[in-house]
T-cell receptor, first 115, second 115 residues
Framework: AQSVSQHNHHVILSEAASLELGCNYS??????LFWYVQYPGQHLQLLLK??????LVKGIKGFEAEFIKSKFSFNLRKPSVQWSDTAEYFC?????????????FGKGTRLSVIA | GAVVSQHPSRVICKSGTSVKIECRSL??????MFWYRQFPKQSLMLMAT?????????EQGVEKDKFLINHASLTLSTLTVTSAHPEDSSFYIC???????????FGSGTRLTVV
């Protein structure tokens, strides 16, 4: 079974600071990797996903993530955060090439961006 | 893009009563729907996977007689919390997948409070 670890529970940054949120997964086979964002009072929105190909994935709102297979990692990055990036961020994984499988989520990282 | 409508967004019910939560895919056919439960400041925990026209597959520890899932059509899945207790109070989220390799779209969630 897959599992996902997000090491940072709460991250506080000033506007314009760079962001990196850690995500490590545990699974021996092919995986699909996702980052979702949940703004206060809103539903989960997909930021980016990796299925195959270029391990550096660019998503919406200036976010990117890099899949490093040897480290079982899929860290999320953004060079300069904005106040509007304040939200909960979830890393998720599912088994690749296996049809309709559910996503397994990490515990989430709360990002607070202060002026 | 794909939209999933989840209703109601909030519900308060008395202990012992039942509550039905609906999840509809508005512009696509969802062959598979997933139901998650999210506790405060925690991740989404998968409760069950439902495929249209067949019985749902429940995760270990989830009572299938308490959390009834019906996926009667390709656009509608329902979760009924039967004989609700205060400990069932939580945030319930559905997710629909379009096809085998389709993306996951999340509903906006239902906050259930049992008093």
């Amino acid at each position: 079974a897959q599992s996902v670890s997000q090491h940072n529970h709460h991250v506080i940054l000033s506007e314009a600071a760079s962001l990196e949120l850690g995500c490590n997964y545990s699974y021996g086979g092919t995986v699909n990797l996702f980052w979702y964002v949940q703004y206060p009072g809103q539903h989960l929105q997909l930021l980016l996903k990796y299925f195959s190909g270029d391990p550096l994935v660019k998503g919406i709102k200036g976010f990117e993530a890099e899949f490093i297979k040897s480290k079982f990692s899929f860290n999320l990055r953004k060079p300069s955060v904005q106040w509007s990036d304040t939200a909960e961020y979830f890393c998720a994984v599912n088994a690749g090439n296996s049809g309709n499988t559910p996503l397994v989520f990490g515990k989430g990282t709360r990002l607070s961006v202060i002026a | 893009g794909a939209v999933v409508s989840q209703h109601p967004s909030r519900v308060i019910c008395k202990s012992g009563t039942s509550v039905k939560i609906e999840c509809r895919s508005l512009d696509f056919q969802a062959t598979t729907m997933f139901w998650y439960r999210q506790f405060p400041k925690q991740s989404l925990m998968l409760m069950a996977t439902s495929n249209e026209g067949s019985k749902a597959t429940y995760e270990q520890g989830v009572e299938k007689d308490k959390f009834l899932i019906n996926h009667a059509s390709l656009t509608l899945s329902t979760l009924t919390v039967t004989s609700a207790h205060p400990e069932d109070s939580s945030f319930y989220i559905c997710s629909a997948q379009q096809g085998i390799s389709g993306g996951y779209t999340f509903g906006s969630g239902t906050r259930l409070t049992v008093v």
